[in-house]
């Protein structure tokens, strides 16, 4: 339930200050630690999303201008997300809300201690689901408090 109350109030926050939301903020995040852009397959198993409800998502932000979708140069069968420019200035334009409210709603409420546990539980977790799919990237290890 706590999971749920935070995502919902960072979602809020976000739709408020900037009328995004959550799913649409992590989308503008991962493509651009992707050097702006990602395979919508990629982007949804990033996000630990369905693909149809990624797609639906990027429909609506290709709509109001915040990213674009064409066919791979790479094989031409896939479909790449690209963000673009006004997705990038909302991108940065919103971070500051969603790092305030992480820190607000989650980061400034546990001691150091509790967050080193969180993080040995993650990596476990993330150990365990990992061994079954050595394919899978690990990007980061662990809960920092940065």
Do not use: N, W
């Not at 992707?34 to 797609?55: E, F, W």
């Not at 064409?70 to 997705?87: A, H, M, N, Q």
């Not at 050595?134 to 990007?139: F, Q, S, V």
């Amino acid at each position: 339930m706590g999971t749920t109350l935070l995502f919902d109030r960072l979602d809020d926050d976000l739709r408020e200050a900037h009328d995004i939301s959550l799913v649409e903020y992590e989308i503008l995040v991962r493509l651009s630690e992707r050097d702006g852009q990602m395979r919508m397959a990629a982007l949804a198993d990033a996000l630990a999303h369905s693909r149809s409800r990624v797609t639906h998502t990027v429909t609506r932000m290709e709509r109001t201008g915040l990213v674009l979708r064409s066919s791979s140069p790479d094989d031409g069968r896939g479909i790449v997300c690209r963000l673009t420019e006004k997705g990038h200035d909302l991108l940065v334009a919103a971070a500051p809300i969603h790092v305030a409210g992480v820190r607000a709603h989650l980061v400034d409420l546990v001691p150091d201690q509790d967050f080193a546990a969180l993080g040995r539980v993650f990596d476990a977790v993330s150990d365990h689901l990992i061994a079954g799919h050595p394919e899978m990237e690990i990007r980061g290890r662990g809960v920092s408090r940065g």
